[in-house]
């Protein structure tokens, strides 16, 4: 069976010190310190330690194959995206990340989907650089959850999407810039409390700011199998209704209605949350994810979902057909090309 794994990041070995080239700022930079691993330094504070699978495509091709997984959708690292820096700077660090994606994808066709990243901050650079992805066959972008502190319902975000609409790229909305982030790095917490608040921040944002009604045709991911949004719709949706003077004041639909709409990706790391997903979401908007080669990551490449007993159907649509559809890809993009060979 074809497998699409439709979240995972990679990063170029290679990279300038950003913030030496453009003078300020904590852009993150490469520190090769040993073998096999290397420092993420963001100016000159350690953010983390990555191993060679964050770059190396030989070896990220080769650690697919142990989970019978052929395809991976590779986005950048999300503190990568610099929505803080000035535009045009951001343009440029994101134009050299685009093209490695590209490159990427160019020389592993069979391997390799790139979604690619833009300023944010920004409107008009960021239509530009939609426009040069798609045409250096990057089939869609990653964003944040929110853009330095804004939400994705702001006008200013809206030629963006209407952007991706038009040329047919794919979006995945990934948390990062986790709210409350500086008053709870104990235990973790923004990486196992604030992302998953953040994603349904994004998914609310969206769903009340109207996004979904101006451009019908958007295609959608949101990682981490949506975040807290589809375990708190009830609270969600309950408010819609006993308070539409504070909710429904942009956008009157019932949020329900657009479960289903967008897609969602199966890093649950538990059985009965993704059977609840499946349920709410049904299986054709729900595909494989890992959010490899990152600890907190589904590392197994979806290992658990083949213990679930689910019908064949089901497991077709999660492991390849609601990823050919986010993307607008068909199966012949990939089995034609292996049959070549």
Not at 100 to 126: R, S
Not at 255 to 280: A, C, N
């Amino acid at each position: 069976m074809l497998k699409i794994d439709s979240h995972t990041h990679i990063i170029p070995k290679k990279m300038p010190n950003w913030t030496e080239k453009f003078g300020y700022g904590d852009f993150i930079y490469l520190q090769h310190h040993t073998q096999g691993a290397a420092k993420m330094m963001r100016g000159n504070q350690f953010f983390r330690e990555i191993k060679e699978n964050a770059w190396n495509a030989e070896l990220r091709i080769k650690e697919y194959e142990k989970f019978n997984t052929q395809v991976q959708v590779v986005c950048t690292i999300p503190v990568m995206f610099s929505y803080w820096a000035k535009p045009q700077d951001c343009l440029t660090l994101s134009q050299f990340l685009n093209d490695h994606i590209a490159k990427l994808v160019a020389k592993y066709p069979k391997n390799y989907i790139g979604l690619g990243t833009v300023p944010m901050q920004e409107a008009e650079l960021a239509v530009k650089e939609l426009e040069r992805l798609k045409k250096i066959g990057v089939l869609g972008i990653q964003i944040g959850s929110n853009i330095n502190d804004e939400n994705l319902n702001e006008e200013k975000f809206m030629p963006v999407y209407q952007a991706c609409e038009k040329l047919g790229l794919a979006i995945l909305v990934h948390p990062w810039n986790m709210m409350g982030q500086k008053k709870m790095q104990r235990y973790w917490l923004p990486w196992l409390v604030g992302m998953p608040a953040e994603t349904s921040r994004a998914i609310c944002s969206m769903i009340f700011g109207g996004v979904f009604e101006k451009y019908p045709k958007l295609r959608v991911m949101f990682a981490h199998a949506g975040g807290s949004f589809l375990p708190t719709i009830g609270r969600i949706a309950h408010g819609f209704e006993c308070r539409p003077d504070l909710v429904a004041v942009d956008n009157n639909v019932d949020p329900r209605k657009y479960i289903g709409q967008f897609w969602v990706d199966s890093v649950t790391h538990d059985s009965l949350m993704l059977e609840y997903v499946l349920k709410l979401q049904g299986s054709k908007r729900v595909m494989l994810g890992s959010d490899y080669p990152f600890p907190l990551g589904d590392l197994e490449i979806g290992a658990f979902i083949e213990k679930m007993d689910l019908p064949k159907q089901t497991q077709e649509d999660i492991f390849y057909r609601a990823a050919l559809e986010w993307l607008n890809l068909n199966e012949e993009n990939f089995t034609d090309q292996e049959k070549k060979q």
